[in-house]
Nanobody, 114 residues
Framework: QVQVVESGGGLVQPGGSLSLSCAAS????????MGWYRQAPGKQRELVAH???????SYAEYAKGRFTISSDNAKNAVTLQMTKLTTEDTAIYYC????????WGRGTQVTVSS
């Protein structure tokens, strides 16, 4: 089995920055896709960004210009650098990894508030 663990969530003021990390371990040699979804209270879970092992990146429209996703392929890990955060970015952020199957982390809470 594959395990996925997120870290880096917390409380940040509007306009601030936060970096989230995710690492996959266990029955994994090389990931195909790793990325992030988020779910805010009362809203559907939505894609934030994802990256392939070949370096192809996709962002949600609201993330463009503010968020940056990067990967360390040798470690099967990804980082999501978030800047210019607003209260609308408050959500639980979930990391996922795609190999021959799909595995989710348990999520990390990001709260943007004054």
């Amino acid at each position: 089995q594959v395990q996925v663990v997120e870290s880096g969530g917390g409380l940040v003021q509007p306009g601030g920055s936060l970096s989230l990390s995710c690492a996959a371990s266990g029955e994994i040699y090389r990931f195909n896709i790793m990325g992030w979804y988020r779910q805010a209270p009362g809203k559907q879970r939505e894609l934030v960004a994802h990256i392939t092992s070949g370096g192809r990146i996709s962002y949600a429209e609201y993330a463009k210009g503010r968020f940056t996703i990067s990967s360390d392929n040798a470690k099967n890990a990804v980082t999501l650098q978030m800047t210019k955060l607003t209260t609308e970015d408050t959500a639980i952020y979930y990391c996922y990894v795609v190999t021959s199957s799909l595995t989710w982390g348990r999520g990390t809470q990001v709260t943007v508030s004054s």
